[in-house]
């Protein structure tokens, strides 16, 4: 079985690997992107969320704190989802359905995260890691 849990906490992590790079490689792109739903401080946050995915992501699933990954993970996605996906604001039907995807695609991965929160603070000393749950 722990292959099987490393196996899934780098799939999940591959999500904010990859976006993480997104907002750090594309970083103008993504600021202008964010400037258009009204991100506070988008030059700033920007980087600061790309640099959260990456380094979050890699703490999950190396074990190391990843119980304040996946808290900091949870914060995260609720508030860009609430921020940057408000579909309940369209008009358009296609954008409408591409927000309202993206909104519950953030909903999903941020109650992941919390569950996850809950299993490394419930069994933080039995997973495979390379350090300890932080609470």
């Known amino acids: 079985m722990d292959v099987i849990d490393i196996v899934g906490r780098v799939l999940f992590a591959a999500v904010f690997w990859r976006n993480g790079y997104v907002h750090l490689r594309h970083r103008a792109g993504t600021v202008e992107f964010s400037k258009s739903f009204g991100t506070p401080y988008p030059s700033f946050s920007v980087p600061f969320t790309g640099v959260l995915m990456l380094v979050c992501g890699t703490l999950f699933v190396l074990g190391i704190w990843a119980d304040l990954a996946a808290l900091l993970l949870a914060a995260f996605l609720l508030t ?3 921020l940057a996906h408000r579909f309940w604001q369209e008009t ?3 954008m409408r359905a591409a927000q309202e995807a993206q909104f519950m695609k953030n909903l999903a991965l941020a109650g992941a ?3 996850f929160l809950a299993w490394f603070s419930e069994f933080g000393d039995d997973v495979p890691s390379v350090g300890g749950p932080l609470f």
């Open 92 to 94: 358009d039907y296609g």
């Open 113 to 115: 995260c919390l569950v």
């Open 80 to 82: 860009a989802g609430l």
